[in-house]
C-alpha cells in the first residue's frame, strides 16, 4: 500500500475528529484548554486503542504532527464565529470523520498482517472509539445510543476497503469508494433518519 495515501488519510480523519471534538467543547462554553483537551482525546482515541491491539507503535507518540494537528483544530473552533458551527455541522464533521477513519484504520490493519475480518474489526474500532470518547468525556448520550445509522455507516467503509483490497483495487481508488459509501449512508442516517430495525421481543 502506498504509505503516502495512508498518512494523508490518517491526517484529514485525526484533524476532522478533532474538529469535532472541539465543537463539543464549544458547545459546553468549556475554556480553551478544555478545547484542546476535547480535540486530542477525539481525535487520537481510536487511533490509539487500535495501535495497542494490532501490536504497532502507537501512532501520535514518536511525531509532532498527530498533536499539532488537534492544538490547530482546538484553535481553529477557538476563534471561529459559533454560528459558523451552529446547526449539524458537528453531525458532518464526525460523519466525515468516521468514514476517513474507518478506511484508514482497516487499512493500517491490513498493512501490519491483520486477517481481513480482524482488520474490518479494527476499521470499525478506529472510526468509533473516539467518538465515543468524547461523549463520555461532555456527559452526552454515547453515539452508540442514537437512533440513526452511526456504526454501520463505519463498518460499511471497512469492509468495504478491505473487499477491494483483496480484490487488488489500488488504495486510492479503494480507500476514496469505501469513504465515499460510509459518508453517503451517515449522511442518509443524518438527513433522513435512516435507521436499522430496534429488537422486539
Known amino acids: 500500500m502506498n504509505p503516502t495515501a495512508l498518512v ?33 482525546a477525539t481525535g487520537i482515541g481510536g487511533g490509539t486503542l487500535r495501535d495497542l491491539l494490532i501490536g504497532a507503535p ?46 484508514y484504520g482497516a487499512a493500517k490493519a491490513l498493512g501490519y498482517g491483520m486477517a481481513p475480518v480482524p482488520a474490518f474489526v479494527m476499521g470499525v474500532l478506529t472510526a468509533c472509539a473516539g467518538g465515543i470518547i468524547r461523549d463520555l468525556l461532555a456527559n452526552r448520550p454515547s453515539v452508540l445510543m442514537r437512533s440513526e445509522l452511526y456504526v454501520t455507516p463505519a463498518a460499511l467503509s471497512a469492509a468495504l476497503f478491505v473487499a477491494l483490497m483483496l480484490a ?11 469513504i465515499a459509501a ?13 435507521t436499522l430495525p430496534a429488537y422486539r421481543e
Not at 499539532?68 to 458532518?92: E, K, T
Open 58 to 103: 502507537v501512532f501520535w507518540v514518536r511525531t509532532n504532527g498527530t498533536l499539532v494537528i488537534c492544538i490547530a483544530a482546538a484553535v481553529l473552533v477557538w476563534v471561529a464565529s459559533r454560528r459558523r458551527f451552529a446547526g449539524r455541522a458537528l453531525l458532518w464533521f464526525d460523519a466525515a470523520g468516521m468514514a476517513a477513519y474507518a478506511t
Open 168 to 178: 487488488r483495487l489500488a488504495v486510492w481508488p479503494a480507500a476514496g469508494i469505501a
Open 8 to 40: 494523508l488519510l490518517d491526517y484529514f480523519g485525526i484533524a476532522v475528529f478533532a474538529i469535532s471534538g472541539a465543537l463539543v467543547a464549544a458547545e459546553k462554553r468549556l475554556d480553551f484548554v478544555t478545547f484542546v483537551f476535547f480535540a486530542v
Open 182 to 194: 460510509g459518508f453517503a449512508l451517515r449522511a442518509g442516517a443524518i438527513a433522513r433518519g435512516w
